[in-house]
């Protein structure tokens, strides 16, 4: 070979400016503690790879320090993590050469979890290796980002993100929704023509760059011009006008496509190749015969450790290395870090490797894995479960079934121990799909099939594929002889149960536990203790309190013959919560103390969580709402002291917040609620939340964001029957229906809500729903009264059984009382609305004063609006004074707008003087509901009569107008009211108080 190019791309960097900048700008923000995240995305050879790397020398200039990762494309996406592990390979490096200080600062478990991508983070101490949430993993590696960062900003760029694995696109959402703080820009590239309509990246794109903090950087080709810079540095003299013509006709400004042109036709090859991927084999065509075989044998693993590749090629080293000289004088390959080659640009590592004949392919795969196996520290630094991933991957492009299987089984195997839930499915998967071709296949698996189905059935559960886990572990079970190995068929039978219960099929759950405990040998053991706990717990969850407890009092004597702790510190949990629901509250709270203890003498960290949030539950409902709120607060300093978060924690911080809003003390909430953490995100965790958000939202009155959190809670809940979310999932949707106006919605939510707790012991919640569906039928009843239309009290009645129904059940919590009080005085407005009542302020009282004892304002502050309105409707405005006062304090304290306003809408048409305060500089005093509604005086004295029921004729003669001109009004009122007609009109009216506040005139 003799014209050999000097060289093929430019020294110099062309054009980009703005990108430049906006990349300068996210690494700024980051080092002011705000992180920035930019996604990269282009053709490709557009320059992605080129425009990260020149943000790299800057970034590395102006103090930052900068990690670069690298999704591989083979088999790539079978690697957890690979480009993050390839990403923090310095530091391992650093771990190696000396111990830092980095390390030392993470909690052990972190550097536990570390320690499987990365070898050298395993500490002195050894770490039991227990049961992890991938958010372990996530959080590690959040910790190290947040411990470098202390001492220089951090630039992570993880390049080619089209190839990723599931983990790294995991934690990439991960990253985005959980790092505030942290000195952090994070840079990603990916091929925008590389994501077909089903690549998995697409839906994570579209929602992560959505994100608030998250830019997308669409790199576009060069214009003619920059491109004619391009060719101008690459020949180091510029470029006639001519030939750069020649080469944008064809390139059009794709960065790598004019520089393999240029390369070709100094290569005096006149006759270009047609399509990019010609043009790339050509030049490989034209290298030594021993270079082309180097550079094919890279194709299949890349980059490849110069060892390897001495290992795998037959030729002797001195015409090996002559080959390699060859591959990178011509720039077909490049060296790396580490002694390894890589192709100068991926796409012609591609077409190389699409280029060979579909034999030599296998055998290409087979020698690779083979060499690998038989000696894995060719592989370098690469990590255990990666070489795990790299061999499997490899084993099967080889067709060597019996050897991918085993590896198959070997990688799912080190997925699982790094957390990599989803690729441990697939390589399990993989290894099932092939067993039944492989004669010994228990051999090279390792494991039987049945262990095989119950791995690849566990990883599906812990990716959140419930379907696919029951159909696995359902495999399994059938594939095991019940009477040969009935301790075994117990424990997948408990599995099964498990994983039924998290999809949402509870009953069927309950029933697999029961058939696994037939399975045990008779007499006592802790299995059996086990299967009776979770039996019990599901049913009191389920609602079904008094099994629950039931249950859990035998699994509790079992625990402590069979002196298990775990599940002694359960089954006080389960009991104490029972039993209190029951009435028994202080046993209750014993136990659920003593299960608070044991667990924190045990060191169960993620049990101690558990039992304080249930403790604080239990106190609460028993009326003691300030001491559950003490117990939470103990409870996270308790668990601060621990080094590692346990899957329980952010319920627990969540239920602090449920404390508070109950309490109204909003002003003392966090801005932002606790969000969930990646690893909660399969349990009920993000149903809390959402559920706060939404129960804020209404308090604060914004509809919109109400409607919004309510679709996604109801979206969370899809699966789940237990009361404790189905509850306030209907009773949220009732209260904004009442509050949009959208009665029957609203009655269909209390019905809703009334069929999910059919069945269940749990009184209260029954009271509470009866509550509401009382409250709409008064807001119904006294609708109808306005319009003089009939209305039947026959819902109302109804709803008074079920009422009746709830007190006769077993114990109950705090406010039931008062609940059903307010319940009795729905039913008493509809009473006086279908005029067969008197008004009746007195059981508005009470319900006021058993509210003020239990320190629940907002429940106070709405009976006492209403003892003031029955007052008022009873021609006492005197004695609502005081009330309407009390109720008003209390709403303004918590902001609670909605009833805010009716309060005041109440004020102002009773002309009530309450002491209403100055309003704050800057915000103008709340208008009524007809300023609000722009209406004019005029338009409000004719919307009264369309309230009464008049015709246009009618209203003409009372108000001196034409009928025409009634008319006119007519219609402005209803556009002005957003309504279609004038019944319509005339329930909005009397809704918003315009009617009654014209009655008292
Ligand atoms: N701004 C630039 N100035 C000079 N040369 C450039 C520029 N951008 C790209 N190039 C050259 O074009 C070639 C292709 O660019 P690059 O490797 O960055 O593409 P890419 O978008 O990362 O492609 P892929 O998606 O295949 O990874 C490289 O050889 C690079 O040096
Ligand atoms: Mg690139």
Redesign the pocket.
Known sequence: MDAVLNR???P?????ADELAALDGALGRAAAGVPAFTFVA?????????????LEARARRAGARVFVGHCLELGGAAIPYAPLVDALRPIARELADCSSEIADALPPASRAALAELIPEFRGKEPVPDGEGHQARVFEALLALIERLGRVQPVVLVL??LHWADPSTRDFLTFLVRNARTEPLSLVV???SD?LHRRHPLRPLLGELERTPGVDRLG?ER?SRE?MQ??IS?ILDTPAPDDLADRLFERSEG???Y??ELLAASSDGCHELPETLRDLLLARVERLPETAQQVVRVISAEHPMRHALLVALCDVDEAELLHGLREAVAHQVLVTGAGETYAF????VGEAVYGDLLPGERSALHARLAETVDARRELMGEVPAAAVDGILACHWNAAHDVPRALGSSVAAGLAAKRVLAFSEAKRHFERALELWDRVPDAEERAGCDRVDLLRHAAAAAAHAGETARSLALARSAIAAVDERAEPLRAAFLLERLGHYLRWAGESEEGFATYTRAMELLPSGESAERARLLEHRARGLMLRGRIREGATGGAEALAMAERCEDPMIQIRAMNTVGLSRAALGAWDEGITLLRRSRDLAAASDMPTEHAQAITNLSEVLDLTGRTEEALGEVKAGMQALKAHPERTANDTFMELQGVSLLIKLGRLGELEPGLPTPKFGDAAGTTPIFLTELRARLALLNGDVAESRRQLAELRRLCLGTLDPQWMEPLHALEAQSALLEDRLDDAREAVRQGLGALDGTDDGTRIVRMAWLGLMVEATAAERARALAASSSPERTEQLEDELQRAGAMPGGWADAPAYETLARGEAGRVRHALGTAAPDPAVWERAVAGFAVLAQPWPAAYAGFRAAEAHVQAGDRAAAVEPLRTARDRAAAMGAAPLLEEIDALARRARLALIVPEPEAGRSEPESPADRLGLTPRELEVLLLVAAGRTNREIGGELFMSEKTASVHVSRILAKLGVGGRVEAAAVAHRLGLTDAAASV
């Open positions: 093929v791309s430019s110099t960097f062309v054009g980009r282009g053709e490709s050879g557009v320059g992605k790879s080129r425009l990260v790397a020149e390049e080619d590239t990916y091929r590389e790199l060069f920059e810079a391009q540095c794709n960065a790598l004019t520089e100068r640009h991926a796409l």
